[in-house]
């Protein structure tokens, strides 16, 4: 006699076996203050410690830009967006982490600094790997969306 809910269990009992050992996904996966630190020391001008957010071998991908790979070519692509004078503004959506690795992603705009109209609105993901210990930015990559349009005012009737 055939028992093919036999298979059925054990089949069930193997994922459930599986599952058991594999890492739950939690969130926060970054901490909170850690992730928003980017903004911060950005917008104080700090690019020394927006870049030690980044593994060693880490990417930066912009819309426009070439990738920047590793911490020296990091370093230099955040050092020209605050001599620039931009500031950031970054929502994170999700934050969700399993074992030691996390990814965080949200929206961001971007603005001259002096109250002027946004320069780079977007989206981002940003993938966080526990390296010895410390969360660090792998793979960061920023997607800008369209400007909003503003209607041109209409003259005024004499």
Same mark, same amino acid.
């Given at each position: ?7 059925l269990?054990?089949a069930?009992?193997v ?6 050992c594999?890492p739950?996904?939690t969130?926060p996966?970054?901490?909170p203050?850690?992730?928003?630190s *980017?903004?911060? +020391?950005? +917008?104080?001008? !700090?690019g ?8 060693? !071998?880490?990417?930066?991908? %912009? ?9 020296t070519a990091?370093?230099a ?7 620039? =004078?931009?500031?950031?503004h970054?929502?994170?959506?999700? +934050?969700? =982490?399993a #074992? $030691?690795?996390?990814?965080v992603? =949200?929206?961001?705009?971007? !603005? $001259? #600094?002096k =109250?002027g109209?946004? %320069?780079?609105r #977007?989206?981002?993901?940003e993938v966080w790997r526990?390296? !010895?210990?410390? *969360?660090?930015?792998?793979i $960061?990559? +920023?997607?800008?969306?369209?400007l909003?349009?503003?209607?041109p005012?209409t003259?005024a009737?004499h």
């Amino acid at each position: 006699m055939k028992r093919p809910y036999l298979r059925l269990l054990c089949a069930l009992l193997v994922w459930l076996l599986i599952a058991s050992c594999a890492p739950t996904s939690t969130s926060p996966g970054v901490p909170p203050e850690l992730k928003h630190s *980017w903004e911060v +020391n950005f +917008n104080k001008g !700090d690019g020394a410690a927006v870049t030690a957010l980044y593994a060693a !071998d880490a990417e930066l991908v %912009m819309s426009g830009s070439d990738t920047a790979k590793g911490t020296t070519a990091i370093a230099a692509a955040i050092e020209a967006l605050i001599k620039s =004078g931009a500031k950031a503004h970054i929502v994170s959506i999700q +934050n969700v =982490g399993a #074992g $030691d690795v996390a990814y965080v992603s =949200g929206t961001y705009t971007i !603005d $001259d #600094g002096k =109250g002027g109209p946004l %320069m780079e609105r #977007g989206g981002y993901v940003e993938v966080w790997r526990r390296i !010895d210990g410390v *969360w660090k930015i792998v793979i $960061d990559i +920023n997607a800008a969306a369209p400007l909003p349009t503003i209607a041109p005012a209409t003259a005024a009737a004499h």
